[in-house]
């Protein structure tokens, strides 16, 4: 449950081997990130923005 809250910030694997056919997806084989790392550092972005200090800090301003 704990990842929903950070869904397609990361991908899953059951084995080392497949850790590393994971990594193979994110670039290409000149190196340039592939469209999968893309998407997946935009919503990594997008998620870090709303657990930004400026953000959380808000929202302890309207608990007092």
Known sequence: PSFKEVDG?????????EWLEQ?????????TPTPKYKEISTVCLEKAEKYHIDNISKLYEQLT
């Open 23 to 31: 990594l193979d997806t994110l670039r290409n084989p000149d190196g």
């Open 9 to 17: 910030c990361y991908i899953g694997v059951g084995s080392a081997e």
